[in-house]
């Protein structure tokens, strides 16, 4: 049963700080998509790529946040320096198209 | 591209169909109705989508009405584990035109009760 996995599952980190989350998509889908959700703003697209391309990533603070894919399995959203507004549940979907799965999530506080 | 609008909420019988209305007035002839749910603190999942015919699989069912303006997500037995919030999004494939930015909107919260 083919899962999109992220890791970490959770992360406490302090203001300032470095933070990386890791995706890896299901083998053979070519879409990766990040996306934040809080409760005051629901779910945001951050950013999408195709074949690894990165092809949007307008959601996305660009003084902060960056995305990349260095190979098909690994897809990276990091940000740097982190501040308390980040603090929310990050996921990472795969697909072929719009017909996305997700993984379970890294949630993220910044304090 | 077209914007979804859903009721923010429902309850539903267990046992009973649960059948959750979407929007889609403005959709474009290439644009599919895709449907996601969200079981509280998981990330969605993926549960059909359609272009104009209805469709089925084993979770659940999507009428499209025939101006594709509207369509209804069906589940035909309603359980407690299917409480979550259900998300209706219009998009076009990848091949029909490339990529566009999708939001999900707010989604209807279906509460199934027992």
């Known amino acids: 049963d083919a899962r999109v996995t992220q890791t970490p599952r959770h992360k406490v980190t302090e203001m300032g700080q470095e933070v990386t989350m890791r995706c890896q998509p299901i083998?053979?889908?070519?879409?990766v998509f990040w996306y934040r959700q809080t409760m005051m703003q629901g779910l945001e697209l951050l950013a999408y790529?195709?074949?690894?391309?990165?092809?949007?990533d307008s959601g996305m603070p660009k003084d902060r946040f960056s995305a990349e894919m260095p190979d098909a399995t690994l897809a990276t959203l990091k940000i740097q320096p982190s501040e308390p507004r980040d603090s929310a549940v990050y996921f990472c979907?795969?697909?072929?198209?719009?017909?996305?799965?997700f993984g379970p999530g890294t949630r993220l506080t910044v304090t | 591209d077209a914007k979804t609008t859903q009721p923010p909420s429902m309850d539903c019988a267990e046992g009973r169909a649960a059948n959750l209305p979407c929007n889609h007035s403005?959709?474009?002839?290439?644009?599919?109705v895709y449907w996601y749910r969200q079981i509280h603190s998981q990330g969605p999942q993926y549960i059909i989508h359609?272009?104009?015919n209805n469709e089925t699989n084993e979770m659940a069912s999507l009428i499209i009405t025939e101006d594709r303006k509207s369509s209804t997500l069906i589940l035909p037995h309603a359980t407690l584990r299917d409480t979550a919030v259900y998300y209706c999004?219009?998009?076009?494939?990848?091949?029909?035109?490339?990529?566009?930015?999708?939001?999900f909107g707010i989604g209807t919260k279906l509460q199934v009760i027992p």
């Open positions: 979907a795969s697909g072929l198209s719009y017909e996305q799965y």
């Open positions: 083998l053979g889908h070519n879409t």
């Open positions: 790529f195709r074949n690894r391309a990165p092809l949007d």
């Open positions: 403005t959709i474009s002839g290439n644009e599919y």
């Open positions: 359609g272009l104009k």
């Open positions: 999004i219009a998009a076009r494939t990848m091949n029909s035109g490339g990529y566009q930015k999708v939001t």
